[in-house]
Structures are given as structure tokens and as C-alpha cells.
């Protein structure tokens, strides 16, 4: 069985999927760390440089040939926008148990404020980015199977937790 875990940046996918990998002995692939890979370049970089476009067709890709390998036993960490294409989100349900690791505006805004490496977030009013990024992706994830609200919970907390409902 794989877990793919879902949400908004500074949710935790990162983390707590690094931690339920650990505490369930499976492995763990990151999208975006593996996109980096494959590119030679951060995300942000990607971003500024090519587009938010392009950004989200490798990632498409790489989603569809992640679940060409078919892994087993596999914690997946997306991208918080993997979700705003159909298609994705039919793969991420195929793929594995789909968890939302749901982040307040508040505590996504507290957990990325210092973070320079989020292109969409650049901009002076970030907290009125993330309210609004959140409310236009809430449907998409809420379709996950699980869903978790991480505020305040440590990512061992929240694996723990993902481990229960499992």
C-alpha cells in the first residue's frame, strides 16, 4: 500500500511523510525534491525562469511515470498544486491512499514567511495569497480519502495520526 499525501505549502508533506516513512518502514519519494533532481535547478528557480506552466507539466510527468514504476510500500509527498489538474488527481487515487494534510491560512502563512523558495508566494501581502490559493484549492483537496488538520501538531503527531486511520 502507498500514502500520498496532499496539501497546501507549509502543510508538512515533507516532513511528515519522512516521518511516516520512518515509523511505518517504507520508503519515501518527494515530487518536488525529484523534479529538482531531474532539472539541476529548485523549483524556484524553474518557476522564475520557465514558468509556472512548465513547472506543473513536469510535474505532471513525473506524477504519470511514478505510477507507470508502480511502487509499493511508498510514502509520496506531491506538490501542493498537483492537485488542480484531473488528471493528477485520478493518478493520486490510483497510486495510493490519498491524505489532505490540512493547513489553517494562518499556520501556512506562519510556517512560509521566511521561505524565499516558493515563487507563488512572492508578493507583499502573502497572507492574502495563501487565503486565496487555499480557497480555490480546497475542493481538489478535499477529495483526498483522509484528511488531517495538522495546525499546531508536530510531523510525528501527524504521522501518528495518519498511522491510526490507516
Given at each position: ?18 516521518a ?48 507507470r ?19 493528477n ?36 501581502n ?41
Amino acid at each position: 500500500m502507498n500514502v500520498v499525501l496532499i496539501g497546501f505549502m507549509g502543510s508538512g508533506k515533507t516532513s511528515v511523510g519522512k516521518a511516516l516513512a520512518r515509523k511505518k518502514e517504507m520508503d519515501f519519494l518527494d515530487m518536488d525534491e525529484e523534479i529538482e533532481k531531474q532539472e539541476g535547478r529548485k523549483i524556484s528557480d524553474i518557476v522564475n525562469e520557465n514558468g509556472m506552466d512548465f513547472f506543473r507539466d513536469k510535474e505532471s510527468v513525473l506524477l504519470e511515470e511514478i505510477s507507470r514504476k508502480n511502487p509499493e510500500n511508498t510514502v509520496v509527498a506531491t506538490g501542493g498544486g498537483v492537485i488542480l489538474s484531473q488528471e493528477n488527481r485520478a493518478i493520486l487515487k490510483k497510486l495510493g491512499r490519498v491524505v489532505w494534510l490540512d493547513v489553517s491560512p494562518l499556520h501556512a502563512h506562519e510556517r512560509t514567511r521566511n521561505d524565499d523558495n516558493r515563487p507563488l508566494l512572492n508578493h507583499p501581502n502573502r497572507r492574502a495569497v495563501i487565503e486565496e490559493l487555499l480557497r480555490k484549492r480546497k475542493p481538489f483537496y478535499q477529495e483526498a480519502e483522509l484528511h488531517i488538520q495538522v495546525d499546531g501538531k508536530t510531523p510525528e503527531q501527524v504521522a501518528k495520526e495518519i498511522e491510526g486511520k490507516l
